[in-house]
């Protein structure tokens, strides 16, 4: 048996999630509840496996679930419980469905005394259903589980079942006495399975956010998405000058964390002279830029950048190393995942590439509904408090979305076509927050576009 003196500390094995319920002491328990298949075993095994990972001993007790069914299937996750059973850290004990509930403590206690740190009871709807006529029994179990993790000097993991469209426990007193209450939920949303997990309790600490989503892949786990939610809207970042003498004229200075729309007519949904100026952006200030598109592969927007350079004259051995010493793309569609998936999987390109500035290219794919709204707000908050610039470039299809969007921009850029008999009338509005609207011309804009060209041209020269 462990030493009650001894302070000891766990981990749910996700990282997130420690975050948002805080710092987990024994004697501390944990209840997990949710509906048929929401993934209450997969997060119990997960917090047995890492405990045993620093080597906490872990008792895993259950009364359905097949050893080698959770095993194999665990390991798909990315953690292979036999390791750490062979090692002496866990042990799985399936016990029969019955409701002699004397029977089931008693093979707990000579467990116990085996110095588990940890102890895993999946699920105890199965036991508190043998004694639902019985009060003084139900009382007295609720109070072994009470004492149980006071005993082990440990942590306990309780497993509760709700059913479909419940989101009531009715477990009685255990509410109460329970540390940290987790709920796990899931819904259709768009056609695609959106799961929740609830923070429904977390004893001493301040819980911010009471729901988050959460996924289960391959070979990752259990991830649970927290996109940061500042109380505090960051300060701005250094000034810096746009390559365009026009821009420059309405604007002035811009700052590297600015959030900038760029929208075109429908019909030119590239944007490559957003891109040709963001380029030339990056030259010169020395920016890191990630381009995550919507619409386009990666090789595709390469490949167009190449050839408006190539038609300069330009080598396209040394243009190709100058757009990728910048210029890092990525391709998403966006309709493989609920609202809440694409935008952490936008900000895992962002941990992994590190930008400067980062671009969504394509956004009128994904419209913003006013209830998504709030998602888009967050991301681009905690861009700007990592000194991260926001560029989203599209085109303005609903009127409705896109002056939401401009509502929170920093600057916004409209493209303006007008199609005569003979040519084609160019302008473009430009709004920046705190200026007065102000209009760039068709021969303007074609400037800053040779403008940009040439400071692109000029990095070309040094790199020939």
Not at 57 to 77: A, G, N, P, R
Not at 388 to 411: F, H, K, M, P, Y
Not at 434 to 445: K, L
């Amino acid at each position: 048996m462990s030493s009650h003196f001894e302070e000891k500390t766990f981990t749910t094995g996700i990282e997130s999630l420690d975050r948002l319920i805080g710092a987990i002491r024994a004697p501390y328990t944990i209840l997990v509840a949710g509906h048929p298949g929401a993934g209450k075993t997969t997060l119990a095994s997960t917090i047995c496996y890492h405990n045993a990972l620093k080597g906490r001993k872990c008792l895993y007790v259950t009364f359905y679930e097949d050893k080698d069914k959770l095993y194999s299937y665990m390991k798909k996750l990315g953690m292979p419980l036999s390791e750490v059973e062979s090692k002496g850290l866990m042990r799985f004990l399936k016990l029969p469905a019955i409701h002699d509930v004397d029977s089931v403590v008693d093979v707990l206690n000579k467990n116990v005394i085996e110095g588990f740190d940890l102890i895993v009871i999946d699920s105890i709807t199965v036991l508190l259903e043998a004694v639902k006529d019985h009060t003084e029994k139900r009382a007295w179990l609720l109070n072994y589980f009470y004492q149980l993790p006071i005993l082990v000097n440990g942590l306990l993991v309780l497993v509760s079942e709700l059913p479909f469209g419940e989101e009531r426990l009715g477990l009685g007193s255990i509410e109460f006495v329970v540390d940290a209450i987790l709920i796990l939920k899931h819904r259709v949303e768009d056609r695609l399975l959106l799961r929740l997990l609830e923070i429904r309790k977390a004893r001493g600490a301040p819980i911010h956010v009471a729901e988050v989503p959460f996924t289960i892949a391959e070979g990752r786990g259990l991830l649970v998405y927290t996109q940061p939610v500042l109380e505090e809207l960051p300060p701005e970042r250094e000034a810096i000058e746009l390559t365009c003498s026009a821009l420059r004229s309405r604007v002035g200075h811009v700052h590297k964390d600015f959030f900038i729309n760029i929208f075109y007519p429908p019909e030119t949904v590239y944007g490559e002279r957003a891109l040709i100026m963001l380029l030339a952006q990056a030259i010169k200030y020395n920016l890191k830029i990630l381009v995550v598109s919507y619409i386009s592969s990666p090789e595709l927007l390469r490949e167009l950048l190449l050839w408006i350079l190539e038609e300069r004259g330009l080598s396209r051995d040394v243009v190709e190393k100058v757009i990728d010493r910048y210029l890092v793309f990525r391709g998403i569609n966006p309709f493989a995942y609920n609202v809440h998936e694409l935008v952490m999987k936008e900000l895992a390109l962002v941990e992994e590439v590190k930008p400067d500035i980062v671009v969504f290219h394509g956004v009128q794919v994904v419209e913003v509904p006013i209830y998504h709204f709030k998602e888009l707000y967050k991301q681009v908050l905690y861009l700007k408090s990592r000194g991260i610039g926001i560029v989203r470039v599209g085109s303005c299809i609903n009127d409705v979305v896109c002056d939401s969007v401009a509502s929170i921009a920093d600057l916004t850029l409209k493209v303006k076509r007008e199609y005569r008999e003979k040519h084609v009338d160019t302008r473009v509005i430009v709004l920046r927050r705190f200026h007065p609207p102000s209009i760039i011309t068709g021969e303007e804009d074609l400037e800053c576009f040779e403008e940009n060209i040439n400071t692109i041209v000029q990095e070309v020269s040094k790199q020939a």
